[in-house]
């Protein structure tokens, strides 16, 4: 299973940017996926979970301000950023718990940094 993000970059605060995290391979079901990120010097951390059946759930610093979603028939999750907030500034990564040729495992995408500054 290869996982690729798209769609970080650098915008000012008050701005938009869409992450996107396409799976590939041999893939019977995606689970559970959801976003991470880590600032520099932070810990990894939760910013939105979203179920097999569609079920969400955000950070607090995110809620009201980004949007998961999927689509299974692309295999792809995506994260909808608006209001942005110098705080958002991190690497972001997907992951997903994925049952594959390989066996059921858990994935991590390779991070893609958002940067949110005037």
């Known amino acids: 299973v290869q996982l690729v993000e798209s769609g970080g970059g650098s915008v000012q605060p008050g701005g938009s940017l869409r992450l996107s995290c396409v799976f590939s391979?041999?893939?019977?079901?995606?689970?559970?996926m959801g976003w991470y990120r880590q600032a520099p010097g932070k810990q990894r951390e939760l910013v939105a979970q979203i179920t097999s059946s569609r079920r969400t759930n955000y950070s607090d610093s995110v809620k009201g301000r980004f949007t998961i979603s999927r689509d299974n028939s692309k295999n792809t999750v995506y994260l909808e950023m608006n209001s942005l907030k110098p705080d958002d500034t991190a690497v972001y990564y997907c992951?997903?718990?994925?049952?594959?040729?390989?066996?059921?495992?858990?994935?991590w995408g390779q991070g893609t940094q958002v940067t949110v500054s005037s």
């Open positions: 992951n997903a718990d994925v049952a594959a040729t390989e066996g059921a495992l858990n994935y």
């Open positions: 391979g041999h893939i019977f079901t995606i689970y559970d």
